[in-house]
């Protein structure tokens, strides 16, 4: 990749943005062509889920400006939702000045749940299947040669109590299992179930569901910024202002369960577009992160912000990312594969840090919005030229009658009619 900053791009029309996007990321148009069509024909998506009887596409925006881990990437991101591209690239501006995002994971590990059910004494059952630990995990560690090969494997193996439910007592087994570049739901039920006989045979119990958790908790993604307190001035805003209404608009979501909610949503339009993007499961994702917001018993944010000593707006997020690069729709779609490409990224760690940074950088558009002139100026102009557009406006019209329509803070479709023909068209 060259840069991921390339001024004017919005300016572009769609077919030299793409020759822009691919020669910034230094491959050809050709690599990048899935996103032409959007990549599936009816046809190769027949096998893909039952009962198809055609596609519904989305559009794809190119997330500029970004640095993540001192590296530059284009991101594409699959989103309906107006703004969202634009609120990210121009954060990932700001975060630039400060060098970028830094964006860590921990290893990929998947923890595979089986719920063992009828165990006489559920304590002395649970350290009898402790016992068996060694053979248990050389058990599981075996099913999947191919993660084998490449680093991935049986890691752990604990159990709990659950002492109070409707049902009694039972225990739960969990499996961590390293999937590597895998998104692993298929390695881990696969070894839950074959494990589950054995489970059985050492609790004398019955191994009801067997199945992945997606409360990834051991695979979690990082992603921290440092915006200069210079950057965030604009209008009649200061620096100070801006920051320090991020944080208090923060402080809000981390107190209040209600707020939480929207400002994850704000997080997960930059998260889940780049799952999108990438033939991920966005359920996965969703479920994990909002999971994982509650994990102290409370709903709260998935990110921090605050200041350092110098003045600086510094911003932090940590959720679990259960991503691949191998496997699933990722490998199969020509659109997710021209999307991994593009990113240049290499490992499912290196993308769950693309994708860390992109939901900081979303949250912090959000937030900044919100903490200054409110969200729906930013809303109203893309608002304002698809009223432009319905109303018959083309080229550069589209603008001109756009703007007018959001100076006025009137955006109507008999306005903009109106505007058209005070242009001499329409
Ligand atoms: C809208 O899609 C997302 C926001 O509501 C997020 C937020 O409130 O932080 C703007």
Redesign the pocket.
Known sequence: MTTSRIPGFYNLTLSERRVRAAAAAELSPLELAAWTTGGLTPESADPLVENVIGLHSLPVGLGLNFIVNGREVLVPMVIE?P??VAGASFMAKLARAGGGFVATTSAPEMIGQMQVLDVDDVYSARLKILEHKTELLAEADGIDPVLKKFGGGARALEVRVIENSSIGAFLVVHLIYDVRDAMGANAVNTACEKLAPQIAAISGGRVHLRILSNLADRRISRARCLIPIGELAFDDFSGETVRDGIIE?WAF?ACDPY?AA??????M?GVDAVVLATGNDWRAIEAGAHAYAARSGRYTSLSTWSKDKDGNLTGTLEMPMAVGIIGGATKVHPAAKAALQLMGVKTASELAEVIASVGLA??L???R??ATEG?QRGHMSLHARQVAIAAGASGVLIEKVAAQMVAEKLVRIDRAEEILKSFGAG
Do not use: P
């Not at 929207?262 to 997080?267: A, D, P, R, S, V």
């Open positions: 939702e703004s969202v608009a979501a707020r929207t400002h994850n949503k704000g997080i339009n979303q949250n558009a959000a937030l919005a919100l969200i």
